[in-house]
Protein backbone atom coordinates (compact mmCIF):
# COMPACT_ATOMS: atom_id res chain seq x y z
CA UNK A 1 0.00 0.00 0.00
CA UNK A 2 1.06 3.73 -0.23
CA UNK A 3 2.24 5.34 2.81
CA UNK A 4 -0.16 8.12 4.04
CA UNK A 5 1.28 11.98 4.29
CA UNK A 6 0.29 11.90 8.05
CA UNK A 7 2.76 9.03 8.45
CA UNK A 8 5.81 11.32 8.48
CA UNK A 9 8.13 9.93 11.15
CA UNK A 10 11.18 13.08 11.14
CA UNK A 11 11.10 12.74 14.56
CA UNK A 12 11.73 9.30 14.84
CA UNK A 13 14.66 9.65 12.36
CA UNK A 14 16.21 12.62 14.44
CA UNK A 15 15.76 10.25 17.82
CA UNK A 16 17.47 7.45 15.77
CA UNK A 17 20.49 9.40 14.66
CA UNK A 18 20.68 11.23 17.75
CA UNK A 19 21.68 7.71 19.21
CA UNK A 20 24.33 7.73 17.05
CA UNK A 21 25.72 10.59 18.64
CA UNK A 22 26.42 8.03 21.85
CA UNK A 23 28.69 6.48 20.14
CA UNK A 24 32.13 7.97 21.76
CA UNK A 25 30.93 6.43 25.29
CA UNK A 26 32.47 2.99 23.73
CA UNK A 27 34.13 3.62 20.60
CA UNK A 28 36.52 5.73 22.15
CA UNK A 29 38.13 3.80 25.11
CA UNK A 30 37.92 0.83 22.50
CA UNK A 31 40.44 3.06 20.10
CA UNK A 32 42.77 3.09 22.56
CA UNK A 33 43.37 -0.74 22.34
CA UNK A 34 41.99 -1.45 18.62
CA UNK A 35 42.43 -0.84 15.19
CA UNK A 36 38.95 1.06 13.91
CA UNK A 37 38.90 -2.25 11.42
CA UNK A 38 38.68 -4.47 14.17
CA UNK A 39 36.40 -2.58 15.91
CA UNK A 40 33.87 -2.74 12.88
CA UNK A 41 34.43 -5.42 11.72
CA UNK A 42 33.05 -7.16 15.32
CA UNK A 43 30.29 -4.54 15.27
CA UNK A 44 28.95 -6.37 12.34
CA UNK A 45 29.09 -10.02 13.74
CA UNK A 46 27.98 -9.20 16.82
CA UNK A 47 24.81 -7.40 15.26
CA UNK A 48 24.62 -9.90 12.43
CA UNK A 49 24.70 -12.89 15.27
CA UNK A 50 21.84 -10.97 16.72
CA UNK A 51 19.60 -10.87 13.59
CA UNK A 52 20.10 -14.51 12.41
CA UNK A 53 16.64 -15.91 13.06
CA UNK A 54 15.60 -12.49 11.11
CA UNK A 55 17.82 -13.62 7.86
CA UNK A 56 15.95 -16.13 6.22
CA UNK A 57 13.00 -13.58 6.02
CA UNK A 58 15.14 -10.36 4.92
CA UNK A 59 17.08 -12.63 2.15
CA UNK A 60 13.76 -13.89 0.85
CA UNK A 61 12.01 -9.98 0.82
CA UNK A 62 15.37 -9.44 -0.67
CA UNK A 63 15.09 -11.72 -3.44
CA UNK A 64 11.79 -10.88 -4.19
CA UNK A 65 12.14 -7.44 -4.74
CA UNK A 66 13.66 -6.31 -8.49
CA UNK A 67 17.14 -5.61 -9.57
CA UNK A 68 17.03 -1.82 -8.66
CA UNK A 69 16.41 -2.76 -4.94
CA UNK A 70 18.79 -5.47 -4.96
CA UNK A 71 21.59 -3.11 -6.00
CA UNK A 72 20.26 -0.08 -3.19
CA UNK A 73 20.59 -2.67 -0.89
CA UNK A 74 24.23 -3.48 -1.53
CA UNK A 75 25.02 -0.28 -2.13
CA UNK A 76 23.82 0.75 1.29
CA UNK A 77 24.91 -2.46 3.01
CA UNK A 78 28.96 -2.22 1.27
CA UNK A 79 29.12 1.18 0.81
CA UNK A 80 27.30 2.90 3.26
CA UNK A 81 27.87 0.69 6.25
CA UNK A 82 31.30 -0.34 5.87
CA UNK A 83 33.35 1.19 2.98
CA UNK A 84 32.14 5.01 4.10
CA UNK A 85 33.71 4.88 7.56
CA UNK A 86 36.62 3.11 6.43
CA UNK A 87 37.18 6.07 4.13
CA UNK A 88 36.20 8.38 6.86
CA UNK A 89 38.55 6.29 9.07
CA UNK A 90 41.47 7.12 6.87
CA UNK A 91 40.60 10.60 5.58
CA UNK A 92 41.77 11.08 9.58
CA UNK A 93 44.54 8.97 9.17
CA UNK A 94 46.24 10.07 6.17
CA UNK A 95 45.51 14.14 6.57
CA UNK A 96 44.94 16.70 9.16
CA UNK A 97 42.03 16.33 11.58
CA UNK A 98 39.86 19.48 10.23
CA UNK A 99 39.52 18.71 6.38
CA UNK A 100 37.14 15.46 6.52
CA UNK A 101 35.11 17.42 9.43
CA UNK A 102 34.66 20.02 6.92
CA UNK A 103 33.24 17.94 3.86
CA UNK A 104 31.52 15.51 5.71
CA UNK A 105 28.81 18.62 6.19
CA UNK A 106 28.50 18.45 2.55
CA UNK A 107 26.42 15.16 2.82
CA UNK A 108 22.99 17.18 3.12
CA UNK A 109 23.98 18.71 -0.11
CA UNK A 110 24.75 15.48 -1.96
CA UNK A 111 21.33 14.03 -0.32
CA UNK A 112 19.14 16.75 -1.62
CA UNK A 113 20.70 15.90 -4.93
CA UNK A 114 20.41 12.60 -5.19
CA UNK A 115 16.46 12.43 -3.95
CA UNK A 116 15.51 14.60 -6.64
CA UNK A 117 17.54 12.61 -9.23
CA UNK A 118 16.48 9.32 -7.57
CA UNK A 119 13.09 9.72 -5.65
CA UNK A 120 11.97 13.20 -7.55
CA UNK A 121 11.68 14.30 -4.35
CA UNK A 122 10.99 18.44 -4.87
CA UNK A 123 12.38 21.06 -1.99
CA UNK A 124 10.16 24.20 -1.63
CA UNK A 125 11.64 27.11 -0.13
CA UNK A 126 10.60 26.52 3.19
CA UNK A 127 13.20 23.47 3.20
CA UNK A 128 15.72 25.86 2.86
CA UNK A 129 14.71 28.03 5.90
CA UNK A 130 15.49 24.88 7.92
CA UNK A 131 18.51 23.39 5.86
CA UNK A 132 20.42 26.77 5.75
CA UNK A 133 20.51 27.20 9.49
CA UNK A 134 20.79 23.85 10.70
CA UNK A 135 24.40 23.83 7.99
CA UNK A 136 25.63 26.74 9.21
CA UNK A 137 24.74 25.29 12.67
CA UNK A 138 27.18 22.16 12.08
CA UNK A 139 29.63 24.19 10.65
CA UNK A 140 29.71 26.13 13.93
CA UNK A 141 29.97 22.82 15.88
CA UNK A 142 31.89 21.42 14.40
CA UNK A 143 34.88 23.53 14.86
CA UNK A 144 36.56 25.94 17.96
CA UNK A 145 37.00 28.26 15.62
CA UNK A 146 34.87 28.40 12.85
CA UNK A 147 36.87 31.59 10.64
CA UNK A 148 39.97 29.77 10.43
CA UNK A 149 39.60 26.44 8.44
CA UNK A 150 41.41 24.95 5.82
CA UNK A 151 41.60 22.16 3.65
CA UNK A 152 44.74 21.56 2.67
CA UNK A 153 45.63 18.02 1.30
CA UNK A 154 43.38 16.33 -2.01
CA UNK A 155 43.88 12.67 -0.04
CA UNK A 156 42.39 13.35 2.85
CA UNK A 157 39.66 15.53 0.89
CA UNK A 158 38.57 12.93 -1.83
CA UNK A 159 38.56 10.29 0.83
CA UNK A 160 36.28 12.58 2.83
CA UNK A 161 34.31 13.65 0.33
CA UNK A 162 33.72 9.54 -0.89
CA UNK A 163 32.28 8.56 2.53
CA UNK A 164 29.68 11.68 2.87
CA UNK A 165 28.56 10.94 -0.96
CA UNK A 166 27.83 7.36 0.35
CA UNK A 167 26.49 8.32 3.47
CA UNK A 168 23.77 10.50 1.75
CA UNK A 169 23.25 7.49 -0.98
CA UNK A 170 22.73 5.41 2.04
CA UNK A 171 20.09 7.64 3.46
CA UNK A 172 18.61 7.83 -0.28
CA UNK A 173 18.64 4.27 -0.94
CA UNK A 174 17.85 3.52 2.12
CA UNK A 175 14.52 5.11 1.68
CA UNK A 176 13.89 3.79 -1.42
CA UNK A 177 14.50 0.05 -0.26
CA UNK A 178 12.61 0.62 3.25
CA UNK A 179 9.19 1.92 1.82
CA UNK A 180 9.20 -1.64 -0.14
CA UNK A 181 11.09 -3.88 2.57
CA UNK A 182 10.08 -4.14 6.02
CA UNK A 183 12.35 -1.98 8.46
CA UNK A 184 13.52 -5.00 10.54
CA UNK A 185 14.38 -6.58 7.29
CA UNK A 186 16.40 -3.93 5.72
CA UNK A 187 17.98 -3.71 9.14
CA UNK A 188 19.35 -7.25 8.97
CA UNK A 189 19.78 -7.09 5.33
CA UNK A 190 22.26 -4.11 6.00
CA UNK A 191 24.49 -5.19 8.56
CA UNK A 192 24.47 -8.88 6.60
CA UNK A 193 26.20 -7.19 3.81
CA UNK A 194 28.02 -5.14 5.16
CA UNK A 195 30.04 -8.06 7.28
CA UNK A 196 31.68 -9.16 4.10
CA UNK A 197 32.85 -5.85 3.57
CA UNK A 198 34.14 -5.18 6.67
CA UNK A 199 35.89 -8.84 6.35
CA UNK A 200 37.86 -7.60 3.36
CA UNK A 201 38.79 -4.27 5.02
CA UNK A 202 39.57 -6.25 8.24
CA UNK A 203 42.07 -8.29 5.97
CA UNK A 204 43.13 -5.79 3.80
CA UNK A 205 44.23 -3.67 6.69
CA UNK A 206 45.91 -6.30 8.28
CA UNK A 207 43.87 -5.59 11.42
CA UNK A 208 43.89 -8.42 13.90
CA UNK A 209 40.43 -10.52 14.60
CA UNK A 210 41.01 -11.54 18.38
CA UNK A 211 40.07 -8.43 20.28
CA UNK A 212 40.44 -10.20 24.00
CA UNK A 213 37.51 -10.54 26.23
CA UNK A 214 38.42 -7.28 28.54
CA UNK A 215 37.05 -5.35 25.03
CA UNK A 216 33.98 -7.91 24.77
CA UNK A 217 31.65 -5.17 26.82
CA UNK A 218 32.40 -1.94 24.58
CA UNK A 219 32.11 -4.03 21.50
CA UNK A 220 28.29 -5.56 22.32
CA UNK A 221 27.36 -2.15 23.68
CA UNK A 222 28.90 -0.11 20.71
CA UNK A 223 27.19 -2.77 18.60
CA UNK A 224 23.68 -2.56 20.15
CA UNK A 225 23.13 1.04 21.16
CA UNK A 226 24.13 3.60 17.99
CA UNK A 227 24.18 0.21 16.37
CA UNK A 228 21.25 -2.36 16.20
CA UNK A 229 18.48 -0.08 17.90
CA UNK A 230 19.29 2.97 16.33
CA UNK A 231 19.27 1.37 12.81
CA UNK A 232 15.78 -0.11 13.50
CA UNK A 233 14.42 2.82 14.51
CA UNK A 234 15.88 4.81 11.69
CA UNK A 235 14.73 2.83 9.15
CA UNK A 236 11.29 2.53 10.46
CA UNK A 237 11.46 6.62 10.69
CA UNK A 238 13.00 6.56 6.97
CA UNK A 239 10.23 4.41 5.32
CA UNK A 240 7.71 7.32 5.54
CA UNK A 241 10.47 10.24 5.48
CA UNK A 242 11.91 11.90 2.48
CA UNK A 243 15.15 11.02 2.13
CA UNK A 244 15.81 15.08 1.61
CA UNK A 245 14.62 15.92 5.33
CA UNK A 246 15.78 12.85 6.76
CA UNK A 247 18.91 14.09 6.10
CA UNK A 248 18.42 17.17 8.33
CA UNK A 249 17.47 15.49 10.54
CA UNK A 250 20.66 13.46 11.06
CA UNK A 251 22.23 16.57 12.07
CA UNK A 252 20.94 15.44 15.72
CA UNK A 253 23.88 13.06 15.71
CA UNK A 254 26.37 16.09 16.12
CA UNK A 255 24.47 17.67 18.43
CA UNK A 256 23.89 14.52 21.12
CA UNK A 257 28.20 13.78 20.38
CA UNK A 258 28.38 17.32 21.47
CA UNK A 259 26.62 16.63 24.61
CA UNK A 260 28.37 13.26 25.27
CA UNK A 261 31.35 15.36 24.92
CA UNK A 262 30.81 18.12 27.24
CA UNK A 263 29.18 15.69 29.94
CA UNK A 264 30.71 12.34 29.87
CA UNK A 265 33.84 12.78 28.17
CA UNK A 266 34.88 16.37 30.04
CA UNK A 267 35.02 18.34 26.19
CA UNK A 268 34.72 21.83 26.16
CA UNK A 269 33.43 24.14 23.83
CA UNK A 270 33.65 27.43 22.73
CA UNK A 271 30.59 29.94 22.77
CA UNK A 272 30.60 29.47 18.98
CA UNK A 273 30.24 26.17 19.41
CA UNK A 274 27.40 26.12 21.82
CA UNK A 275 25.98 28.68 19.23
CA UNK A 276 26.04 26.29 16.36
CA UNK A 277 24.55 23.48 19.09
CA UNK A 278 21.76 25.62 19.67
CA UNK A 279 20.89 25.93 16.28
CA UNK A 280 21.14 22.63 15.15
CA UNK A 281 18.84 21.26 17.86
CA UNK A 282 16.37 24.26 16.88
CA UNK A 283 16.12 23.25 13.44
CA UNK A 284 15.86 20.13 14.32
CA UNK A 285 13.05 20.24 16.41
CA UNK A 286 11.52 22.90 14.66
CA UNK A 287 11.68 20.79 11.41
CA UNK A 288 9.75 17.48 13.08
CA UNK A 289 7.47 19.88 15.00
CA UNK A 290 6.37 21.86 11.27
CA UNK A 291 5.83 18.71 9.64
CA UNK A 292 3.84 17.03 11.98
CA UNK A 293 1.54 20.09 12.44
CA UNK A 294 1.36 21.86 8.43
CA UNK A 295 -0.48 20.99 5.85
CA UNK A 296 2.29 22.05 3.74
CA UNK A 297 5.61 20.03 3.75
CA UNK A 298 9.36 21.34 3.47
CA UNK A 299 9.66 18.34 0.73
CA UNK A 300 7.41 17.51 -1.61
CA UNK A 301 7.46 13.16 -2.63
CA UNK A 302 5.86 11.09 -4.74
CA UNK A 303 3.76 8.12 -3.02
CA UNK A 304 6.62 5.22 -2.62
CA UNK A 305 4.55 1.69 -3.09
CA UNK A 306 5.47 -1.30 -0.47
CA UNK A 307 5.41 -4.12 -3.30
Known amino acids: MAWERGADRTW ?35 IVALLAPFLPRAWRALRACGPRERLAMVTVGVGSSAL ?20 QKLQPVFAAVASYALLRE ?11 PALVGAWLLAFEDPLHIRVAQVVPALLAL ?18 RVPARDVTALRFSLGLPAAAVVLLVSGSPVAVGWDNAGGLVLLALVPGLIALALYYVGLSTTPAARATLAELSFPATAAVVGVFVLGAELSATQWTGFALVVAMVAGLGWHERVSREKVVVAPDLVRS
Do not use: C, K, N
Not at 122 to 132: M, N
Open 122 to 132: RLTPRYFAFAV
Open 162 to 179: GAAALWAAGTVLGRYVSS
Open 12 to 46: LVALATAMWGTDALWRQPLATSLPSASVVFWEHVI
Open 84 to 103: ATTLFTTAFQVGDPVTPLVL
